[in-house]
């Protein structure tokens, strides 16, 4: 069984999501560089080891990158999610972690990296915003996109509702990408991503509810 860590810096509902897919790995820590997050306490209430490693006890991105490295190795992790996950990673860390680190990120990528997604897609008036699951290079947001789901933009959306029809397609997205990989079908070859057996999808629009 492939073991996983999971990254977050909040409330963790992206994490909630994937500890109660029953995936077909060991979650073996939820680690998060904010020790107020909420998440943690759900991590434990679940009988996940929750770990808070502050990121301001630390003298350099690099200094912090490591002691995140050294926890994740007393792990033994096969897959680190980012899950919410608020912190640049430093190059020398994603490289450690190439092809088996990936994050969850509120916008349909390559529009709109960075923060405050939705309120800059109803700024620019598009019709679809969505979610996107990538494979983390040293630019942000800029890896190869494994999965996306779209969601319309309603008359009347406001960043806050917006951003809960994006949630929700988050909360189905990330399980499902994650036991891909779990099962060994997604694997990044180069900057390619492939996934072995994928069912073909007709039509618009049916991501995610057709996968
Ligand atoms: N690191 C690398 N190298 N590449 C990516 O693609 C990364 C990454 C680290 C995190 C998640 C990401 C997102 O989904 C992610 C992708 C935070 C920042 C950031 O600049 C950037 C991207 C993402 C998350 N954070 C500020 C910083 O100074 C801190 C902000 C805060 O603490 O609130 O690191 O959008
Ligand atoms: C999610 O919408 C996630 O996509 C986003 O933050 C939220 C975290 O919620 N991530 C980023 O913006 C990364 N920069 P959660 O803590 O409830 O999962």
Not at 93 to 118: E, K, Q, W
Not at 140 to 149: K, S
Not at 168 to 180: I, K, T, Y
Request: proline share 5%.
């Amino acid at each position: 069984m492939k073991r996983y860590v999971i990254l977050i810096s909040g409330r963790g509902s992206n994490m909630e999501a994937l500890l109660d897919a029953a995936l077909p790995g060991l979650c073996a820590a939820v680690i998060s560089n904010r020790p107020d997050a909420a998440g943690l306490a759900a991590a434990a209430s679940r009988g996940v080891g929750a770990v808070a490693i502050d990121h301001r006890g630390f003298a350099s991105r690099e200094a912090f990158d490591a002691a995140l490295a050294a926890e994740i190795e007393r792990h033994a992790a096969d897959l680190v999610l980012l899950a919410g996950f608020m912190r640049g990673l430093t190059d020398s860390f994603v490289h450690r972690y190439a092809g088996r680190l990936m994050n969850i990120h509120p916008s349909l990528l390559p529009a709109f990296p960075g923060i405050r997604t939705h309120a800059r897609a109803l700024e620019a008036g598009v019709r679809l915003h969505g979610c996107s699951v990538h494979f983390v290079t040293p630019a942000l947001d800029g890896g190869p996109i494994v999965a996306q789901a779209a969601v319309p933009v309603l008359a009347g959306d406001d960043e806050a509702s917006l951003g809960r029809r994006v949630l929700d397609e988050e909360h189905r997205l990330f399980p499902r990408v994650a036991r891909w990989f779990l099962e060994e079908r997604l694997h990044l070859v180069g900057a390619r991503v492939q996934l072995a057996g994928e069912t073909a999808v007709g039509g618009a629009l049916h991501v995610p509810h057709a996968l």
